[in-house]
Every structure is written in structure tokens, then in C-alpha cells.
């Protein structure tokens, strides 16, 4: 059974840095980092493949969010730097069951608010 549990959000100041957690259990293919703000959609923020060499970034965070990858402890991490008010949000980790599935498995969220 595939679980995956976030861990790391919180409330910052604007300009701050923070880094989320995933860690993952179970067989998965690409991971990825969602954020859904309050009264918006869920929206795409990074995703990096199983090897780790191939990223994806939303325009939004292009340049100030980087996602990694530690195979051996099964964790993937969201490095964010110089956070706005706008990057206020419930983070989501998400991984697929097979290559070219959709974000099949989710996590439970975690709260990330940054104050101006």
C-alpha cells in the first residue's frame, strides 16, 4: 500500500525559506508537489522524475522552488526561497502508480502561511 506523509510547513515571514518533506512508501513513479490557496483550485508546483534528473516547475516558483529526491530514505523534498504572501497554501505531495498514470496517490496536506 502506497503512503505518502508530508511534514515541514508552517508560518513564516515574506523573504524566509522553508523545506517541505514527502516521505514515500510503496512502489511509485514521479513525484510531485501541489498547493491548493484558499478558494482556488489545486494547482501543479513542481514535479521531479524517479532519477531525479528531470524537473518541472510552475512559472510561479520557476527560479525560487527546487524539488529533490533522496532514494534511499524515500523522501522528496520542496526547497522554497524568498516566499510570498502568495505562496500561502496546503502543500500536497502527489506520486504516480505507472509512468503515464495521472496523481493517483495524494498525501494529507500541510499547511504553509507566509505573513507579509
Known amino acids: 500500500q502506497v503512503q505518502l506523509v508530508e511534514s515541514g510547513g508552517g508560518l513564516v515571514q515574506a523573504g524566509d525559506s522553508m523545506r517541505l518533506s514527502c516521505e514515500v512508501s510503496?512502489?511509485?513513479?514521479?513525484w510531485a508537489w501541489f498547493r491548493q490557496a484558499p478558494g482556488k483550485e489545486r494547482e501543479f508546483v513542481a514535479s521531479?522524475?524517479?532519477?531525479?534528473?528531470?524537473?518541472e516547475y510552475a512559472d510561479s516558483v520557476k527560479g525560487r522552488f527546487s524539488a529533490s529526491r533522496d532514494n534511499a530514505q524515500n523522501t522528496v523534498y520542496l526547497q522554497m526561497n524568498s516566499l510570498t504572501p502568495e505562496d500561502t497554501a496546503v502543500y500536497y505531495c502527489?506520486?504516480?502508480?505507472?509512468?503515464?498514470?495521472?496523481?493517483?496517490?495524494w498525501g494529507q496536506g500541510t499547511q504553509v502561511t507566509v505573513s507579509s
Open positions: 521531479i522524475s524517479t532519477t531525479g534528473t528531470y524537473t
Open positions: 510503496g512502489r511509485t513513479h514521479m
Open positions: 502527489a506520486a504516480k502508480s505507472a509512468p503515464f498514470s495521472n496523481y493517483n496517490y
